[in-house]
């Protein structure tokens, strides 16, 4: 089946540190990647996207490249922010009847970051 | 814009009670998902609508769940009756064909 596992938190980082949360998938087909950001008592917010292999999506500084030979698609930020403190949730999507149809959710890496 | 808009923010009530969830879906957006947050489970899809016609409810955990879109501006979610391990974060989200989703800020369900 279809599935996203990502590495566990709570990742706890000092400012301008350098970060990395693993995110892998299982999928049928031609999968979508996203990583959505939720901040505390907020929905889900789209960080940054990738529609096929070897596209780079990137967003305030956040970056992540779709790796289909390592079914891969990491989060990196080259120095964080306390205000990059949040909830990280790797996603994949499969087409389905021309909608988006059903996202699947890796269980979210909490970051906490320290002045 | 106006996002995806849910109501309520919170709500607690007694076991055995009905609960009623609403959303508000992004103007012209022609998809509509019910999402469930808990601790232990994470983010669960509970159904999800294309053009207000529900394409997979397999994640409506039991009877007791019902979600109803009766035009393209307006969903419910409704619970009865409540158990307190109906006690989540309900999220709504909505997408224009294959464009990413927009959540809602959720709406705090707290059975007692």
């Known amino acids: 089946g279809n599935s996203v596992t990502q590495m566990e938190g709570p990742v706890t980082l000092s400012e301008e540190a350098f970060l990395t949360i693993n995110c892998t998938y299982t999928a049928t087909g031609y999968p979508s990647l996203f990583w959505y950001v939720q901040y505390p008592g907020e929905g889900l917010q789209l960080l940054l996207k990738?529609?096929?292999?070897?596209d780079k999506g990137s967003n305030k500084g956040f970056e992540a490249t779709y790796r289909k030979e390592t079914t891969s698609f990491h989060l990196e930020k080259g120095s964080v922010q306390v205000s990059d403190s949040a909830v990280y949730f790797c996603a994949l999507s499969l087409p389905h009847g021309g909608s988006q149809g059903n996202l699947i959710f890796g269980k979210g890496t909490k970051l906490s970051v320290k002045p | 814009d106006a996002g995806v808009i849910q109501s309520p923010r919170h709500e607690v009530t007694e076991m055995g009670q009905e609960v009623t969830l609403r959303c508000k879906p992004i103007?012209?957006?022609?998809?509509l998902f019910w999402y469930r947050q808990t601790m232990m489970r994470g983010l669960e899809l509970l159904i999800y609508f294309n053009n207000n016609v529900p394409i997979d409810d397999s994640g409506m955990p039991e009877d007791r769940f019902s979600a109803k879109m009766p035009n393209a501006s307006f969903s419910t979610l409704k619970i009865q009756p409540s158990e307190p391990r109906d006690s989540a974060v309900y999220f709504c989200?909505?997408?224009?064909?294959?464009?990413?989703?927009?959540f809602g800020d959720g709406t705090r369900l707290s059975i007692l």
């Open positions: 989200a909505s997408s224009l064909a294959n464009q990413p989703q927009h």
């Open positions: 990738a529609t096929k292999a070897d």
């Open positions: 103007s012209g957006h022609n998809s």
